[in-house]
């Protein structure tokens, strides 16, 4: 196919990549590092615009434990994540008592960066054997 | 006689203070980098994704006014740069009989075709905006005759602006700068290169229809004459750049008449070509050093040793040692450039050519200041006593001894008294020059060791010193890593002497294969990295005050020996990343010392020179010897002429070449040839020839020799 405005491509997709910001430009989760497909957008952009069925707000440390931080998940993600916790065992109901309120809320956090290192683990792997660099 | 005279001393200077709406200065050493809004918030590495080449014909009579210009966009494959778009602009004014040969050409060849306004929107700030790099043979010349206007600004040391948008003001009709896009701004650095940079695109302008403010990256130019004199330290046309780099040549004979024809937009065009396919054989060239900097950053040899310097994990010196600024305010006093020197005036005297092998890396080798540059620390410890000992045994046998150059890492305030020292005065009631010649001062002056032991040498006793400090490195700095130049040459700097190394590595190639590029690029690479770098101040002029219209005026802190004060003034320097005066100081003066010894050897022989300049000398030798006509020599001939002796060639080989070979820091095994080589230009055929030196004041002298024509020039 012949491009009749390469320079006009480049420009467009250099100062989207401009927006995005530094590298690396990738998903947390789902791991898609085409930066074409990617918007940096505040949390605050997507909570107008996203329809909430696509994107859902999740609790790193249970809503229960720590109501303040959370990440935007897809559903997929959210319900893995979130099954992740339950079979680690970790009790997301509240806790009246402080103390064990903060270990639990540690807990979570402990189990959510896990899955995410899992996931980079698997992600990674997956990636070398496609370009049959895996020396394992 | 003594002549008082005014004497000029360097010092160091620090910004206290910049007038208000001032640039606030580059970036310090170990300064974050500040984020301009208005641009690309992080450095570009390596090469850019895409390239835009461009070439302008003009007129060839004077006002050498824009014809027309081609240019190719070409995106990234692999890691060459493939055009994936071309086009011709043309002059807004152009006459209509040109325009439509050019329109005709374009629609034969599918070619784009833009007005010169137009190729700047669209084209240019649009490749721009896509963060090309803008490439060119000569970039200042296209883009100069390519903008729509332009005018010389005096601001920070003076700099060439161009317009490149206009607009029709909406009251008048008038065309007028359009401030809704940035100017481009040309600063010349000197004749290989120039900076580039865009101002500020914010100003709404007045009637104008529409305002689309884009914002700019910070634009990326290579001009390829720059690049090609940093990697090969050569000054090339595109024809002979295209030669060294075994490129087709001239593709026919054409040469541009000024005017739009068929055949000048052939030429154009193959030119542009010509340039992609120049660029493309460049980037294999930088890319084979492995170094971290950006094409459009490398300026002259100095940048490409620079990033080997960083490349081996070397913390520059003033980021590492804590030194007060009064020792740079001392080593910038002792600190004077080369020696050059014309001893006889006006008379052709049969000369023995010489030159010191690569003078600067030498002393650095002979002082060991790969230790200090590689140092964890550097202490300053008292060394009065050391030091009045060290200059009161101080003979030629003992400078000959290449183990004495270690102990001269110092630095004395001295009193001089009809001590041979470099002086840097108004000789000739015009220009502030250096000249080595007695001085005498009741006010101390801070002076290098090399050139204290040098007016030892002169004077037969030593400089009275009043105090003196030696430079200690402390431990190897951690970090350092091995590189290997240009891929291929390893060098660890934990364990080499990077100059000692690269000499050496040179000459076992160059000795293998006299053209090899290699054993060019490691002599370049020697010599840059060697000195300049650690003297680079930057002097920059301030603007007038917006509001007085005066011009405005900066606080700053002088630093003079060890004398401080604070005055305004008109100009700030910014001192280079590497600046480091304590070791240009010291080299620049081992320089000179290595010519007072062969002064010395010489005057010992009983010869005397013509003239010497920086690591050369021409010393006055004929076959068989004898004397030599010459006003003012202090010999006699037999008819009662004045005369100066010249050495027999063997007496030079003997007393004085193999005399200073002592000092040859460098395996035999690597480098064969004598420290002080007899240089080519005094054999013919293989065999040694009478040469003769002419010569006028200093770095003014010829070389020829007599044949049976007449007389043949051989060097100037």
């Not at chain 2, 002082?367 to 030629?396: H, N």
Request: aromatic residues 8%; charged residues 25%; proline residues 6%.
């Amino acid at each position: 196919m012949i491009e009749p405005d390469p320079i006009g491509n480049d420009a467009r997709e250099a100062e989207h990549l401009r927006k995005l910001g530094p590298p690396p430009h990738i998903c947390l989760f789902c791991g898609i590092d085409d930066p074409i497909v990617l918007l940096r957008k505040t949390l605050a952009w997507l909570q107008a615009r996203v329809p909430p069925r696509l994107l859902e707000e999740h609790h790193v440390g249970g809503e229960n434990h720590d109501p303040n931080l959370t990440v935007l998940l897809c559903r997929t993600c959210h319900w893995k994540v979130t099954a992740g916790y339950f079979r680690a065992g970790i009790d997301m109901r509240y806790e009246p008592d402080e103390q064990k309120r903060r270990w639990r809320k540690q807990q979570a956090r402990g189990a959510f960066l896990i899955a995410l290192g899992e996931d980079m683990v698997e992600e990674s792997t997956t990636q070398l054997k496609e370009i049959g660099n895996d020396r394992t | 006689m003594i002549e008082p005279k005014i004497i000029d001393l360097r010092v160091h200077t620090e910004i206290l203070e910049l007038p208000a709406g001032a640039r606030k200065g580059r970036r310090s050493p170990g300064e974050p980098l500040v984020v301009d809004c208005r641009v690309t918030q992080v450095d570009p590495a390596g090469w850019s994704k895409c390239v835009l080449v461009l070439d302008c014909e003009t007129t060839i009579d004077q006002t050498q006014k824009l014809l027309f210009g081609s240019y190719q966009y070409c995106r990234e494959r692999g890691s060459e740069f493939l055009a994936v778009q071309e086009g011709i602009f043309y002059a807004d004014n152009l006459d209509a009989q040109s325009l439509a040969i050019l329109r005709q050409y374009c629609d034969v060849h599918k070619l784009s075709w833009v007005s010169q306004s137009e190729f700047w929107e669209r084209v240019f700030w649009r490749a721009v905006r896509a963060g090309s790099l803008i490439v060119g043979f000569n970039l200042p010349f296209d883009i100069s005759h390519s903008a729509l206007d332009g005018c010389w600004t005096p601001r920070r040391g003076g700099a060439w602006s161009f317009t490149t948008q206009q607009f029709a003001d909406a009251e008048t009709g008038e065309m007028r700068e359009d401030r809704c896009f940035p100017r481009f701004v040309i600063t010349p650095k000197d004749g290989k290169g120039a900076f580039y940079r865009l101002t500020k695109a914010v100003r709404v302008s007045k009637n104008r229809p529409r305002v689309i403010i884009k914002k700019y990256p910070a634009i990326r130019c290579a001009d390829l004459k720059t690049l090609i004199w940093a990697l090969q330290s050569k000054s090339v046309s595109l024809e002979s750049a295209c030669e060294l780099y075994g490129l087709p040549g001239k593709v026919s004979g054409y040469k541009p008449t000024g005017q739009v024809s068929v055949a000048e937009i052939e030429y154009n065009r193959t030119d542009v070509s010509r340039t992609v396919g120049l660029l493309n054989a460049v980037r294999a060239d930088f890319d084979g050093h492995p170094i971290k900097l950006t094409p459009e950053k490398a300026f002259s040899p100095a940048s490409i040793a620079k990033g080997y310097l960083d490349a081996m994990g070397i913390i520059p010196p003033r980021e590492k040692f804590t030194l007060g600024p009064e020792i740079l305010g001392i080593a910038m006093q002792a600190y004077c450039g080369g020696r050059a020197e014309c001893r006889i005036r006006h008379t052709p005297v049969p000369v023995v050519y010489t030159d010191f092998l690569s003078q600067y890396p030498t002393v650095n080798t002979l002082m060991d200041l790969w230790s200090i540059l590689t140092a964890e620390q550097l202490q300053i410890e008292d060394a009065t006593d050391e030091v009045r000992d060290l200059l009161s045994q101080t003979t030629l046998d003992r400078v000959l001894d290449r183990d004495f150059w270690k102990k001269l890492r110092f630095f004395a305030l001295v009193v001089p008294d009809e001590d041979v020292l470099p002086v840097r005065s108004d000789y000739n009631g015009q220009t502030s020059n250096i000249g080595l010649n007695p001085l005498t001062s009741s006010v101390p002056i801070w002076c290098a060791g090399p050139d204290l032991v040098g007016a030892t040498l002169y004077k037969g006793q030593p400089p009275k010193v009043v105090k003196a400090f030696k430079l200690v490195p402390v431990e190897k700095q951690a970090g350092l890593k091995s590189v290997k130049l240009r891929g291929l040459v390893d060098i660890d700097p934990r364990i080499d002497d990077f100059f000692k190394k690269v000499i050496e590595e040179r000459a076992r190639i160059k000795r293998a294969n006299e053209h090899d590029p290699l054993a060019y690029f490691l002599k370049i690479l020697a010599n840059a990295g060697s000195y300049g770098l650690f003297v680079e101040v930057n002097p920059e002029k301030l603007g007038n005050n917006p509001k007085t219209g005066k011009p405005a005026r900066a606080k700053v802190r002088v630093y003079a020996g060890e004398d401080t004060f604070e005055p305004t003034s008109e100009f700030v320097e910014y001192p280079g990343r590497w600046y480091f005066p304590p070791i240009a100081a010291l080299i620049t003066a081992a320089g000179r010392l290595l010519l007072a010894a062969l002064e010395r050897a010489v005057t010992d022989a009983g010869g005397t020179y013509l003239m010497c300049d920086t690591d050369s000398m021409a010393v006055v030798a004929s076959e068989s010897g004898g004397l030599v006509p010459c006003t003012g020599g202090p010999h006699h001939l037999p008819d009662g002429g004045e005369a100066v002796k010249a050495l027999p060639w063997t007496e030079v080989q003997e007393k004085i070449v193999t005399r200073l070979d002592s000092l040859n820091p460098y395996g035999r095994d690597a480098v064969s040839e004598p420290i002080l080589k007899i240089e080519k230009v005094n054999s013919s055929n293989g065999k040694q020839r009478e040469l003769y030196g002419y010569g006028i004041s200093a770095k003014r002298y010829a070389l020829f020799s007599r044949t049976s024509d007449g007389l043949q020039i051989e060097g100037l």
